[in-house]
């Protein structure tokens, strides 16, 4: 008796072979219309649809198409667009992918490292007027805020703002304790300009404690027989302001720097001088 064979897997076989069939010469057939549909879109300043359609050739380059370098086109076109609408992450992020893309052109290198140190200048700017948080923005646009490590751009003009910061609360401190050396020490190791412009006002007041302790001993030495310090007062100044620097106290920073200068530390009750 002879066994009655099925056609029904024979069926299947020859509709998914030709569904697949379908498929690829639908594939093939909108890979040739792409092209066509992507320049109409640029010449007509559809830039959004380029680049979709230069993403899709992308998709289907395999068939053999120019999806690479049609591709880069809308890249190129859609940066230059982002960026002059003042949306420089954006932009960024299509260049250096059509950078990264192996199409790009010498002037698509230059392009993307000119904007880059545009927005690091920007941001820099930003940073010395005070504005750290705007800096910050910009150079997360490069990837430049921070990382991990800790090294990025950003990593560092955030200790360099809570280092200059931590010196004027430093002679905030020291000025109602009347240590007016320490308190200036402090505030000459303020470097960021916003910085400098807001403790004026505490280096006034920290300028004026010293000219009126050199007014009260001077006045007071004078009194008892004109006791009083000989040693040029601008070194003398300078030189206690370096040994603070150097992590002495407010005695050994003055007594240091009196013997520098070839004089002695003399004492008459509470008050003190140098003199040769």
Known sequence: MAIRR?????????????????G?????????????????????????????????LSALRWLGGQAPLELSRCRRLKAEQLWLAQQPAQALQLQRLLVNSGNST????????????????????LYRRGQLDRALAVLKSLNADQNPQGTALGD?????????????????????????????????????????QHTQALRQEVEGGIEGLRKRDHGEHDSHGGLGSNVPE???????????????????????????????????????ACRR
């Not at 931590?166 to 960021?192: M, S, V």
């Open 234 to 272: 601008a070194q003398l100044s300078r030189l206690v302001s370096q040994k603070l620097s150097q992590g002495l106290d407010d005695w050994q920073a003055f007594s240091q720097a009196c013997a520098e200068l070839g004089g002695q530390v003399i004492e008459d009750g509470p008050e003190t």
């Open 106 to 125: 010498p002037e698509d290198q230059q392009r993307l490292l000119t904007w880059q140190q545009q927005l690091e200048t920007e941001a820099l700017s």
């Open 24 to 56: 690829v010469g639908a594939a093939y057939w909108w890979e040739k219309q792409l092209p066509t549909r992507l320049d109409q879109a640029a010449k007509a300043g559809r830039l959004d649809d380029c680049l979709l359609f230069g993403e899709q």
């Open 156 to 196: 560092q003009l955030r200790e360099d703002w809570s280092r200059n910061r931590f010196q004027k609360e430093r002679a905030a401190r020291l000025i109602p304790q009347e240590r007016w050396w320490e308190a200036l020490d402090a505030l000459n190791r303020i470097e960021h300009p916003w910085w400098k």
């Open 6 to 22: 099925h056609r029904l897997p024979r069926f299947w076989l020859v509709l998914t072979l030709g569904l697949v069939a379908s």
